[in-house]
């Protein structure tokens, strides 16, 4: 979490990842506007850099390369990462309407999200087309489309047809003949454009020089004709006379030219007729000085005809940075954008040459290529933080405790469950206290360190109970909250029994201003009801204060049948199979978020799987003959198997290889990297009997990785273990058979192995 103040801090909101906010995060990482909290709200953790897509297409780029991971860009600034949809700009309440989550407000809130692609409304584009927008997307379905070529062979001729002949269109006609012929297939690709010539608005040299590298390539252009809709195979062009004819294709990619997305239109702001918010020279919009846009999704007042292209964001990005700097000091003279009336365009034309043009020059060749690679490399690599880790930022010094002049040791601790009083020292304190006197309606309490409690109410009830509150594990309360509570209910869930009410344990950190309590306390209590609500409980209560630091927890209940047998830890049998629910890694995936190593997409990933509950896992535990469940949290794999076969009286043998993972967690544990809470949880090792192998495997490590919100760990009958895996997966659980469990006499509980026979 940033350091607060009682003083309110001003909210700079940047909506997308744009070419111009990649700048905006790289310029304020040596020195963070003061008092300032900035959010950064993405749809995607990843933006793709266009100008690199073509030659990713023809092959002369891996995925990695055109990708600009803003996760580890904006955690060196401090900045919050919402991932999000922005829908709505409400002027009137200053705020960020998101999707599926409350909206953001803003003091100062700047817009680079790009545009779309147009006639994504003729008859069954949707359905039969890959557009370009959203880049990422065409990238993903371009990448899937190759991966499956390489297995089936198309039997005749493979027919491409590209619709649009701006640059992106032609330059992706070439990448793809290029990549598929390389590939050995028998190609046919075909350009058509409905304006009378490809590359309006270029150079007639370049015009020329392109035609020709067509031409020597076989390539189709028809020019004048217009796509008037497309069914499985065959698109329907018109000329201008009217005349109808077909197309057919295998595989259609929709390059038209841009438009806006529908936020603006949908925010009542000041739009040009093709949906994009209209800007002063400043930046700002026109009639409000406290929102600012940049790229495709504006059009600039006093050019209003500058193209949608990628190098007018990539050059406003320093005037936008520049100008957000005096906005948020208070200033007024803020720097002005002029376009630059020409730029240098280079088509890439696949097989390692391109076209070149600036003013009325035109040139081509192999060097051009090579001018074009090392300009779009130059600009990547400014925004690769992770494969420069030593360059010093605002970022190390604030989560290194620096500021304060304490050292590097001071670094900060792990949240989420991982903030847990280790299981010995919990073991060790209550064993030092008396014994309680006997009473006959618990049926599950203290003495059973079970996950959840279960006593008998006066009415004959049977009540199952538990609380959990841990530390913020992430800057983002919405997520906290809703976290929180799914990890709260699984302890339920862990019994075998539906949760319905839940009381609210919350402490926001001391030293915020009023208004920031506010807030945070609504975002906490706004995830906590979007995932109770879901789950049927009834938040009833709660209990607010402050401490140093955000906790959030829950009391959760709820009630067992009559006859109900509960999925307590002590009835797990010898020989059966151990299933975990969920993969491991939330412990080190989130130890890497704190010192702004984590990788975009990894933290979605974690993300997703801390926001499934575990109710249908249970069911399927129940419903495959599970007699004994526990959720994996703090103590991890290892910590909360130890104690199950504690309460049983037995002993498993757990194979390492199977261990499932999160995206990125063994690569990180890889490097060494732990959560501040795994060397306690490590200690269970001590009792351990492990192969030499099961030791030296990198999943090793993932057995003390304390989870937030993690899987259900149960076993089931062998015959009926298969069955539960395939339900489990099918309903897209990361699930895993582990483990046995044995009787107890083996000379240790668990034994460790790379081997399950
Ligand atoms: C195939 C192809 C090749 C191209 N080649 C070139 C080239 O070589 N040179 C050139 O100058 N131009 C090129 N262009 C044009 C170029 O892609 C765009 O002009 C450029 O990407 C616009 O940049 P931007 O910063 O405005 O937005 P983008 O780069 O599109 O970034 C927008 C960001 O906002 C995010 N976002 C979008 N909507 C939302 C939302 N609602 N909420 C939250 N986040 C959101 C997106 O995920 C993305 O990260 C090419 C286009 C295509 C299709």
Redesign the pocket.
């Known amino acids: 979490m940033q350091p607060t103040s009682t003083s309110k801090r001003t909210d700079l909101v940047l ?7 990649v700048q905006v995060l790289e310029g304020f990482a040596m020195e963070p506007p003061p008092e300032t909290r900035i959010t950064l ?4 953790p990843v ?5 690199m ?2 030659g990713f297409v023809a092959g002369q780029y891996r995925r990695e390369e055109l990708e600009i991971d ?1 996760l580890p860009l904006a955690r060196r600034i401090g900045a919050r990462v919402i991932l ?4 709505r700009i409400s002027t009137a309440r200053k705020q960020i309407v998101l999707e599926g989550r409350p909206a953001v407000s803003f003091d100062l809130a700047s817009i ?4 779309t ?1 147009a006639g994504l409304s003729t008859p069954g584009v949707r359905e039969h087309a890959i557009p ?5 997307l ?1 990238v993903s379905r371009v990448d899937a489309l190759f991966e499956r070529l390489r297995t089936e062979r198309p039997r005749d001729t493979f027919r491409v047809v590209v619709v649009g002949a701006g ?2 269109g032609v ?2 006609a070439f990448a793809l003949d290029h990549r598929l012929r390389e590939a050995g297939h028998a190609v046919d690709v075909s350009v058509i454009e409905s304006g009378p010539e490809i590359l309006p608005g270029y150079s007639a040299g370049m015009r020329r020089r392109t035609v020709r590298a067509a031409k020597e390539r076989r390539i189709h252009v028809l020019t004048g004709r217009r796509v008037v809709g497309v069914e499985a195979n065959t698109a329907r062009l018109t000329d201008p006379q009217g005349t109808e004819t077909d197309a057919a294709f295998d595989l259609l990619l929709w ?1 038209t030219g ?1 438009v806006s ?1 529908p ?1 603006f239109r949908d925010s009542d702001l000041p739009t040009d007729e093709r949906g994009f918010v209209r800007v002063r020279s400043t930046l700002q919009l026109l009639d409000h000085d406290d929102i600012l846009a ?4 504006a059009t600039l007042e006093n050019h209003p005809s500058t193209p ?7 050059r406003q990005g320093p005037v936008l940075t520049a100008n957000l700097r005096r906005l948020l000091a208070g200033g007024k003279l803020l720097d002005r954008y002029t376009p630059q009336h020409d ?1 240098l ?2 088509v890439n034309t696949g097989g390692g040459g391109a076209i070149g043009g600036k003013w009325f020059l035109s040139f081509e060749g192999d060097w051009v290529f090579r001018l074009k690679d090392a300009i779009d490399r130059k600009f990547m690599h400014r925004f690769q933080p992770l494969d420069h880790p030593n360059r010093s930022t605002a970022f190390d010094t604030a989560a290194m405790g620096q500021e304060d002049g304490e050292g590097a040791e001071m670094e900060m601790l792990c949240g989420g469950c991982a903030a847990k009083l280790g299981q010995l020292a919990l073991e060790r304190t209550l064993s030092r206290l008396p014994p309680a006197a006997e009473n006959r309606s618990v049926e599950l309490g203290l003495g059973d360190a079970d996950d959840a409690a279960c006593y008998t109410a006066p009415g004959g009830e049977r009540v199952v109970s538990s609380v959990d509150q841990f530390r913020a594990f992430t800057d983002d309360p919405f997520l906290v909250g809703k976290v929180a509570a799914i990890n709260a209910a699984s302890d339920l869930y862990a019994k075998g029994v539906e949760p319905r009410y839940a009381h609210a344990l919350v402490a926001l950190p001391e030293g915020s201003s009023d208004s920031e309590h506010e807030d945070t306390l609504f975002e906490l209590m706004a995830g906590a009801r979007a995932a109770l609500d879901e789950l049927g409980i009834a938040l009833i209560g709660g209990h607010t204060t402050t401490a140093t630091e955000l906790l959030m927890g829950f009391h959760v209940e709820g009630f067992a049948e009559r006859d109900q047998e509960l999925l307590a830890q002590k009835r797990l049998r010898a020989g059966e199979t151990l299933i975990l629910s969920k993969a491991l890694g939330t412990g080190v995936l989130f130890r890497a978020d704190m010192r702004g190593e984590l990788r975009g997409p990894w933290f979605k990933g974690a993300l997703a799987s801390m926001q499934r509950s575990n109710r249908e896992a249970a069911a399927v535990a129940r419903r495959f003959g599970a007699r004994a469940a526990t959720d994996i949290t703090g103590f991890g794999l290892a910590g909360h198997l130890a104690s199950m076969l504690r309460a049983a009286d037995l002993a498993a043998v757990v194979d390492v290889t199977r261990l499932p993972a999160l995206p990125g967690a063994t690569e990180i544990l890889e490097t060494g990297l732990r959560s501040t809470f795994h060397e306690e949880n490590a200690r269970v090792a001590r009792g351990m009997e492990i192969d030499g192998a099961a030791r030296r495997d990198p999943r090793f490590a993932l057995l003390f990785d304390p989870q937030t919100s993690g899987g259900l760990l149960f076993g089931v009958p062998e015959k009926n273990a298969e069955g539960a895996l395939a339900t489990l997966l099918d309903s897209g659980h990361a699930a895993a058979i582990i483990g046995k469990t044995t009787s107890a006499e083996a000379t240790s509980r668990l034994r460790v192995t790379t081997l399950l026979s």
């Open positions: 909506v997308g990842g744009g070419h111009s906010h709200i993405v749809d995607q933006a793709t850099y266009s100008g897509v073509p803003v999000a949809k922005a829908v680079n999200i790009g545009s692609v370009t927008r959203p880049i990422g065409f640059v992106g330059e992706v390059v841009a997305q936020l940049v790229g495709d999704c949608k292209a990628g190098v007018y964001a990539v730029f365009t280079l």
